[in-house]
């Protein structure tokens, strides 16, 4: 498994103040992913100009993160891939991480562990991130729970097996939030679903904008929603923030 190369899929709209600095940390990975896909939802802003300039693989496709990210596994030719925000920062060891983890046959579908900070770090948020993935397979899902199954979300930075992401049918297409979770139900007909104990990063922005309050009810708000199937209403209740 050490050999197998790794691909980032990067789904994007309107992301020129994130990017610069994911370009910057992408390029101190140690090792290298073999590519890094970046695709972009219809983005008005520079956010695909910043890609080119990078070299990095733009794909365009029509908004939706279950779209992007199925076109994104799509165009990768690695086959192992992680689907990384673009206000997510990864560790420098990052793809060795994913080789290691997935060279573990048991291990379907895996992620880091999501640490949420800004000018400061939100523990209280950071600790909910983590307990949901415990809490919401018992209310949702609960037949998975008792499988030791947890459910994922996109700041974990997801990764997989391409060839299995296929094989499940990937994304459902028209999700533009909670897609992650549902790749978690289709990944456990597979394996092991695992959380790996090394931090990525992710941006406050959502917090700063909402208020720890606030953006905790929505998380919760919106993975009721997912749970009893009201996907029309998910994305209204989930406000765009960049």
């Known amino acids: ?35 890094v896909i970046v695709v972009d939802g219809g983005s008005t802003d520079r956010s695909c100009e910043i890609v080119r300039a990078a070299g990095w693989q733009l794909v365009e496709t029509d908004a939706g993160r279950g779209r992007q990210i199925n076109a994104g596994v799509e165009a990768a030719s690695a086959p192992l891939v992680c689907v990384l925000h673009a206000d997510t920062r ?33 523990w209280g948020t950071t ?21 030791g199954v947890r459910l994922l979300f996109g700041d974990h930075a997801m990764f997989f097996r391409r060839e299995q992401f296929l094989e499940i049918g990937g994304c459902t297409p028209g999700d533009a939030i909670m897609e992650e979770a549902d ?5 456990a007909r597979l394996g092991r679903i695992r959380m790996v104990r090394r931090w990525v990063e992710t941006s406050d922005r959502r917090i700063a904008a909402w208020g720890p309050l606030k953006a905790n009810w929505i998380y919760f708000k919106v993975g009721i929603l997912w749970a009893v199937g009201a996907r029309n209403r998910m994305e209204k209740n989930y406000p765009h923030v960049r």
């Open 183 to 187: 790749l978690c139900v289709k990944f």
């Open 90 to 122: 990864p560790p420098r060891d990052m793809v060795a991480v994913i080789r290691e983890t997935l060279g573990d046959k048991r291990i379907a579908l895996a992620s880091f562990t999501p640490l949420i900070r800004g000018e400061k770090i939100r």
């Open 127 to 147: 600790f909910h991130n983590w307990i949901k993935t415990w809490y919401a397979p018992l209310i949702t899902r609960p037949h998975l729970f008792f499988r």
């Open 1 to 35: 498994m050490s050999a197998q190369h790794v691909a980032i899929v990067i789904p994007v709209l309107d992301e020129e103040k994130a990017l610069p600095a994911l370009v910057e940390l992408v390029g101190t990975l140690d090792p290298q992913p073999v590519q």
